[in-house]
């Protein structure tokens, strides 16, 4: 099974943590402003800055020998309805790698990197090497 990730998880989750991986938010743009759920704007000043960071983390995560990298990607309904079933909070941060594993269980899990010929995990339409692949 591939891994996920999110931001601030190689810190959280160490490579061979007993969790099986790291599990990160839906990449999806910031919730609408009715939504209770906000990003923080610090965390993510904008999506393309979260996905740069997302990438850079793999990156990292990959040089130190991390295998079986992923990507799931969600979105903030869905995370929100997975929450509900849960009777959680959203904001629990055990919840999140739950609710990837749920995903990439279900075959929504992408291996990170993919093939230069490859479309970019991103979902820009562009092949990972015009996108986040670029060096």
Known sequence: MARTLRRADAADHPAGSPDGGVAGPPTTRRPPPSSPHRWAPEEYPSYEEHLAAIEAALRELAASGTPNL???????????????????SPTDPALLPQYATILAARGRAVAWPPERPAACWCGSGRTYGECHGAE
């Open 70 to 88: 992923g990507i799931v990607t969600g979105t903030v309904p869905s995370y929100e309805a997975f929450a509900a079933s849960e009777l959680a």
